[in-house]
Nanobody, 127 residues
Framework: QVQLVESGGGLVQAGGSLRLSCTASGNILHINHMGWYRQAPGEQRELVASITGDDTTNYALTTNYADSVKGRFTISRDGAKNTIALLMNSLKPEDTAVYYC???????????????WGQGTQVTVAS
């Protein structure tokens, strides 16, 4: 099995910053990509940022961001530690949501990869 553990959520004033972290552990052969999603009350879960590749291989890192966070959020990955981070600057009240870590993982002894999710961490931005 694969576990994703998130940390770093909390309450911050508008304009402030937060840093989220997520570490994947368990029966991992290779992580294809990881990312952050968020879900606000009454809304669908949406992609915030994703990253493919890592800094321990020759695969180039590729990042993707939602238009609403471009220029404010930065996703990074430590491949050796199966960890990603999301640095969120210039936070706005509309960024308030539960943030979920996601990883597409190929497990040892399993033919195909699968998606795994963290338990979510609350981010609240006060105006």
């Amino acid at each position: 099995q694969v576990q994703l553990v998130e940390s770093g959520g909390g309450l911050v004033q508008a304009g402030g910053s937060l840093r989220l972290s997520c570490t994947a552990s368990g029966n991992i052969l290779h992580i294809n990509h990881m990312g952050w999603y968020r879900q606000a009350p009454g809304e669908q879960r949406e992609l915030v940022a994703s990253i493919t590749g890592d800094d321990t291989t020759n695969y180039a890192l590729t990042t993707n961001y939602a238009d609403s966070v471009k220029g404010r959020f930065t996703i990074s990955r430590d491949g050796a530690k199966n960890t990603i981070a999301l640095l969120m600057n210039s936070l706005k009240p509309e960024d308030t949501a539960v943030y979920y870590c996601n990883a597409n993982v190929l497990q040892i002894g399993v033919i195909s990869s699968g998606d795994y999710w963290g338990q979510g961490t609350q981010v609240t931005v006060a105006s």
